[in-house]
């Protein structure tokens, strides 16, 4: 019901387009977003082993944990002030902002608890509502707030993301007889096809010239295939504008512009994920699948730029993680605390969290806005810059 309902939805909104056609970025609005039938609102999104996918906070209370002593010291870092702010965009199922808190309720000191007000920004109103369920006990200050509810620069403290940034909609662009063009849908004897036609926006010239990318250079093949994430540099201007003081945390796979754009990776990065398969057909299961592409961290560096954010430091999860404590969570296994089942269960989380082929490999973007040299260090960053 669900895939037919969205089908005939994306075909009305192609007929009533001026030219017959919709971009894939609509598409992927559509699929995802649709406030009834759309995967992130019809109550489908499953995560975990069960599930589509499964995320760092969904192997354990580890990851948000060590969140959590992040987050601490960039409260430290901003002189223990009586108001702090974490604003989570794109909460999920609420498991992370669960693990954060519980971590902050047992370990922070007295004062931080009382400065900290937790902040949630959900576009979904199905998943407001597990978060709404699953943090109800919380006893930090707690409210779910719009863009429009959050005033420019009234934040002091860190907008932070998980895996929210590669569900952003991505217009599809391609290298055809040495013109950028980009790729529709459009309808075909009643069907949903690919078209290719002119870009539909002249921001998407200006996105690869931000980033020095040129497609139709020589080494760029014909049909050489990618995505523009347009949607991510407004998000990115939008924090920038909300925050006063602070940081902003990015975690999310992804590459920098010249390993996103190489010239060998000519099918781009786009991927769906049903049931722990993942594929490339994003015109499967309409509403039941995810459908994802890699981050470009250079493009975010360089908006965040424009809106007076500075780069403290870009590195992989594995690196940051270790830096803020998971290897000393790895000995303490050896302290004869656990029984053995808890021992492997634990290590295995933990490895996973690391692993340099899996999610030890996702990309760090830290950012931060009007502070001092002092301020600007992090334990998290304590450790090369890639």
């Not at 590195?315 to 998971?326: E, I, N, R, S, W």
Request: proline residues 2%; glycine residues 8%; negative net charge.
């Amino acid at each position: 019901m669900t895939a037919e309902a969205l089908e005939n939805i994306i075909i009305a909104e192609i007929e009533k387009s001026t030219d017959q056609r919709i971009t894939f970025a609509d598409y992927m609005d559509l699929v995802l977003y649709h406030q009834d039938y759309g995967y992130y609102n019809s109550g489908t999104v499953s995560i975990g082993s069960k599930g589509d996918f499964f995320t760092s906070p969904s192997l354990g209370q580890d990851f948000g944990e060590l969140l959590g002593i992040q987050f601490r010291q960039m409260w430290q870092n901003l002189g223990c002030q009586d108001r702090f702010c974490l604003v989570e965009m794109g909460a999920g199922n609420g498991e992370l902002a669960q693990d954060i808190l519980g971590y902050i309720q047992k370990h922070a000191e007295d004062d931080f608890k009382r400065a900290l007000k937790y902040i949630i920004v959900e576009r979904s109103p199905a998943l407001i509502q597990l978060q709404q369920e699953k943090l109800a006990s919380s006893t930090i200050n707690l409210t779910w707030k719009t863009w429009s509810n959050i005033a420019d620069e009234s934040i002091v403290g860190c907008f932070f993301s998980n895996e929210l940034v590669d569900a952003f909609p991505v217009h599809l662009v391609t290298k055809d007889e040495g013109q950028l063009q980009e790729i529709y849908l459009c309808l075909e004897e009643g069907q949903l096809t690919e078209t290719t036609n002119s870009i539909s926006s002249q921001q998407i010239n200006q996105y690869f010239d931000s980033i020095a990318i040129n497609l139709l250079a020589r080494q760029y093949p014909t049909h050489y295939r990618t995505e523009v994430n347009l949607q991510a540099l407004d998000w990115m201007q939008t924090v920038g504008s909300k925050l006063k003081q602070g940081y902003v945390l990015t975690i999310d796979y992804g590459y920098i512009a010249d390993k996103y754009y190489h010239p060998s990776r000519d099918r781009g990065t786009l991927q769906c994920y049903f049931q722990h398969r993942r594929h490339n057909n994003p015109y499967a299961n309409l509403g039941y699948q995810d459908i994802t592409a890699h981050i470009d961290f250079t493009s975010l560096m360089r908006c965040g730029e424009s809106s007076n954010l500075t780069t403290l430091g870009f590195t992989q999860q594995g690196l940051f993680l270790m830096a803020l404590g998971l290897g000393d969570r790895l000995n303490e296994l050896s302290s004869g605390k656990y029984n053995i089942t808890e021992i492997f269960k634990r290590r295995d989380a933990l490895h996973q969290l690391i692993n340099p082929t899996g999610l030890g490999n996702f990309g760090v973007l830290i950012q931060g806005k009007n502070l001092t040299a002092r301020e600007q260090s992090l334990k998290g960053l304590f450790i090369p810059k890639l």
